[in-house]
């Protein structure tokens, strides 16, 4: 079965501090992967995706993401973290081959200590 | 981007009641696809909404607790019928960005039923 694994439910790191969000995934298919990011009661919103062609993806907000095809990996990382990236974190496999669903891992609260 | 607009936004409703959730898109699409996010938890996929077609519902879902409408390419309903405490979660529409079955789907606010 095709899915989506998000290591650790909730990540904590100190202001400024290295992000690093796992994300593994199954898939029958070439994959296509995206992470979305959702604020305290706000909807979701799209950080970065990796489609095809470069395997580094840089997204908004200073995020990115590396798709490891050997690994079926696509962890998603930030060199310094700010106060205001508080949120949950949730990564998505987009399976063409099953009618376009997007299925979504577990997510993954990060909190960011001042 | 697209602007998704789901109404209401929020509802209280009593326990054996339904109520019909709207997704109004401001461009055509041909795939819309409702989730459910109970409290605390991830995304869970219902079921795909393509206009001119029955709606394909996922494992867990039946067609008779959550009826789907998509009357044309811009517009679909999602009820929750003989809702219980467990309904109680945020509902989604959402529609692909780009590619139809590879893009990003982007997402409307939800709406956040709570039922007592």
């Known amino acids: 079965a095709q899915s989506v694994t998000q290591l650790g439910s909730h990540v904590s790191v100190s202001e400024g501090a290295l992000v690093l969000l796992r994300c593994n995934y199954s898939s029958s298919v070439p994959p296509y992967l995206f992470w979305y990011v959702q604020y305290p009661n706000q909807g979701l919103q799209l950080l970065l995706k990796?489609?095809?062609?470069?395997?580094l993806v840089k997204g908004i907000n200073g995020f990115e993401a590396e798709f490891k095809k050997s690994e079926t990996s696509f962890h998603l990382t930030k060199p310094s973290a700010h106060m205001s990236d508080a949120a949950e974190y949730f990564c998505a496999v987009r399976l063409y081959n099953q009618g376009g669903k997007l299925i979504f891992g577990q997510g993954t609260e990060l909190s960011v200590k001042p | 981007s697209a602007v998704i607009s789901q109404k209401p936004s929020r509802d209280i409703c009593q326990r054996g009641t339904s109520l019909t959730i709207q997704c109004q898109v401001d461009?055509?699409?041909?795939?819309m696809f409702w989730y459910r996010q109970q409290p605390g938890q991830s995304l869970t996929l219902i079921a795909t909404?393509?206009?001119?077609?029955?709606?394909?519902?996922e494992s867990g879902f039946v067609i008779d607790k959550f009826p789907i409408s998509r009357p044309n390419l811009t517009f679909s309903t999602l009820t929750v019928s003989n809702m219980s405490p467990e309904d109680s979660s945020i509902y989604l529409c959402?529609?692909?960005?780009?590619?139809?079955?590879?893009?990003?789907?982007?997402f409307g606010e939800g709406s956040r039923l709570t039922v007592l």
């Open positions: 990796y489609t095809t062609g470069a395997t």
């Open positions: 461009s055509q699409v041909t795939m």
């Open positions: 909404a393509n206009q001119g077609s029955e709606a394909t519902y």
């Open positions: 959402s529609v692909p960005l780009g590619d139809s079955l590879t893009g990003e789907l982007f």
